[in-house]
């Protein structure tokens, strides 16, 4: 197995009718965490990392460990720049191995935001490296000061701009939102079936901490192909850590190392059950 790109997971997720998790990552104890899960479940992942985050973990020390970790592995799995912000990020990416990029232009006006996609496009091609879009405004932050108010994605946009910049992989806004949701969220399923109808490419759904396995297997169901989770991962990684500081009076790093790859990959290993309907 190897590292390969979202477009080809993504199309064979299509086939199967799964969707396949994308998991954020920090540091080496995530990254080991996920690719464990995913090893002892015979599915495919995609690790991430937001260009937000590059701020405590440095994109020249998780890169390589991202990439080596996924052709060292025994499934396949993508390596994607998840809300990529800057062309100079993406440039980074792109000649680190990453297998996809994500510009994330949501916030512009229409006709920019497919500029922008396509300039990305170009130069993720040289690479032979996937694109991943969004449009409408998925609501949180992701590793940002500023929180966004959600607008959903309007479906006839989304046609337009699928078939105009010819992206790999478009990221919708239906009510989900980053973070760690306040009450439980009102995802607009009619809105996904609305798209789903006429894009042709797979969907992705951001914001996916806190969503329920019912929402998640409908989503699903409605054409998400790629699912982002982040904050369950940070906080499990946290929570462990402090229940194994809180029980003993001398915590040793090896320990503490172990506990956070377990926390992650409790997560994923959940995650990956739901998204390919285990
Ligand atoms: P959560 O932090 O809500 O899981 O969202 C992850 C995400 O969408 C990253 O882009």
């Known amino acids: 197995m190897a590292l390969v790109t979202l477009k080809d997971l993504l199309l064979r997720a299509e086939e199967e009718k ?6 954020s990552v920090g540091n080496m104890e995530m990254v080991m965490g996920a690719v464990a899960a995913a090893e002892d479940a015979g599915e495919p992942i995609i690790l991430q990392i937001a260009e937000k985050r590059l701020k405590n973990s440095p994109l020249s020390l998780m890169a390589p460990m991202m990439v080596s970790a996924a052709k060292q592995s025994s499934v396949d799995i993508a390596v994607h720049l998840d809300h990529g912000l800057t062309l100079d990020c993406i440039d980074a990416a792109l000649s680190y191995g990453f297998t996809s990029v994500m ?3 949501s916030l512009l006006p229409f006709e920019e935001n497919i500029a922008m996609t396509q300039k990305v496009i170009e130069k993720a091609r040289v690479f032979g490296a996937s694109v991943e879009s969004e449009l409408g405004v998925v609501g949180g932050n992701e590793g940002d000061t500023a929180e966004h108010k959600i607008l959903c994605t309007d479906p006839m946009s989304a046609k337009i701009f699928t078939d105009k910049t010819g992206v790999d992989a478009l990221a919708v806004a239906i009510g989900n939102a980053h973070g760690n949701y306040p009450v439980l969220p009102e995802l607009r399923f009619d809105i996904l079936e609305q798209i789903d109808d006429v894009v042709e490419i797979p969907l992705v759904l951001h914001g996916g901490t806190g969503i329920t396995d ?8 409605l054409g998400i192909r790629k699912i982002n989770i982040a904050t369950a991962s940070f906080d499990h990684l946290a929570k462990y850590a402090k229940a194994y500081t809180d ?3 001398t915590p040793d790093y090896f320990t ?3 506990e956070m790859v377990k926390g992650v990959y409790d997560n994923v290993s959940r995650h990956i059950r739901v998204f390919s309907g285990k």
């Open 18 to 23: 799964k969707a396949v998790g994308a998991f």
């Open 247 to 249: 029980s003993v009076d």
């Open 103 to 105: 510009l994330d232009a």
């Open 214 to 221: 019912d929402m998640f297997r409908r989503a699903v169901s």
């Open 256 to 258: 503490l190392s172990a």
